[in-house]
């Protein structure tokens, strides 16, 4: 039997928030012990499940449950305070679409450094430029500076790059909160594809038809645990319901 | 089941920095980085000059007199001083905000913060380069470079630069938890222009002074190597050269291992 993609055994994480204003005095009278300077967050609490090969898994709680930390700890960014989680894969993450961007530098060194972000090297991206500028709506503004580009069709540019990318395991957390309904079209048309693979998805929205026209698995995290775990269309109900 | 332990997570941090898509990665930061420079066309470079330019001609004509007598190419032997101190002050400057700067990189992206710190140091790096490259031409010019300095150049250059990535990287994480850290920095740092020997030699210093330039100031043995290399055709005694080797690795590992151990906490509070 193949292993699951993700496994996650009683995972947590717990940040260390700072109570009071930092210096150097205060470092150094923590580290003697005579005064705390941070407190505890939990974000995620003893989370326990699989990802297999090929699913399509919507992340839905409110805001603050712990959906963008446990996207952050599948994508290796972060590790887990207490319990593991072992990703035999790692994925390509999208979390804001300005990472991995240099306003200072025209559109298309953009594209070839947001592609390096997401697993492509030059010579792959090269046949890809007028593909990604004429996806992304920006055909003539190839060599502006990105500072140019209002934030929509910088969402665009890092979506187009994303729609081309290799990888066979991708997060996405509140990828389209800036698209504008053209370019959704595109969106869905790459989703609809994405659903149809082998690929695997984890995914964050409040568009919940959305995330349930595309995941076939949903877990809703509730004050950083599992609330819910099951059918997408049956666990976005019930949460739609409690709210 | 147990947390990751520090040993799987320094090899899988090595396997991850080792990965053909991470050097990928590393390449196009460090070329977008330049290209948003001023460095990347011949003026903007030849505009960078100007500060080393300006500082030479006045430690030139302040102390040519009093300690450049005894000094064959004293101007290259203060150029060679200038470029280095400059190099650790800016570099470090530098470095000590990546965290802070690169947070919402750090936090969202799976780029590795390594990467972030070795392209931030890229844009310093390249200035060093093309001064460096100008003390060779002198060097050639005044009749003192040799094959010997050739070969010791890049171990010693190598050296100089891990030890300015561990002070970097060590600086960082302090920045995290202190913010004065930036304020501390910028006055103790300067102080390295004139507690190594730039513009004097150290012999000039009193008994009791030169074993504390020399030996407790992590600068001067860089210094005296780089001037073997460039003023005395790479004539550098072994000592001089294990102490940079081992002042180089020693602070680049040290610091790398501080920060394996503390980035996640230092972001967490940044």
Known sequence: MSQPLVQADHA???YRVLKRQRSTLRALKALFGREKLTMELWALRDLSFTMERGEKIALIGRNGSGKTTLLRLLAGII??????????????ALFKFWIGQNADLPVVDNIYLFGAVCGMKRGQMK???PLILESADIRELGFAPLNDLSLGQRQKLALSV??????????????????????????????????GSAKTMVITSHDHSFLKKYCRRAIWLDKGRIRLDGPAAQVIEAYDGER | MSRITFGRRLRARCRRLAAPANRTILLEMVRANIKASDYHSFLGGMWSLVGTTVMLAALYLVFSRRFGQGIQGYPLYLLTGIILVNFFITATTYLLRVLIINRDIALNSTIPRE????????????????ELAICTLLSVVYGFYSWRSALLFLPVLAAFLALVLGVGLALS????????????WAIFSRLFLFITPVFYTSESLSPAMRPIILYLNPLTPFLVAFRAIFLRGGALGAPVLGHCLLLGTASLSLAYLIFLRWEGAALDRT
């Open chain 1, 12 to 14: 947590a994480k717990r």
């Open chain 2, 115 to 130: 990467n972030l710190v070795l392209a931030t140091i890229s844009i310093n790096a390249w200035k060093l380069g093309i």
């Open chain 2, 173 to 184: 994480l302090f920045y995290c938890f202190a913010r004065d850290v930036e304020h501390i």
């Open chain 1, 79 to 92: 590790e887990p305070s207490s319990g593991s989680i072992r990703v035999q894969e790692p994925p390509l």
């Open chain 1, 127 to 129: 046949p890809l430029v």
């Open chain 1, 162 to 195: 994303v729609f081309h990318a290799p990888a066979d395991f991708l997060v996405f957390d509140e990828t389209f909160v800036h698209v504008d309904q053209v370019f959704f079209r595109e969106c869905d048309a790459f989703f609809a594809r994405l659903a």
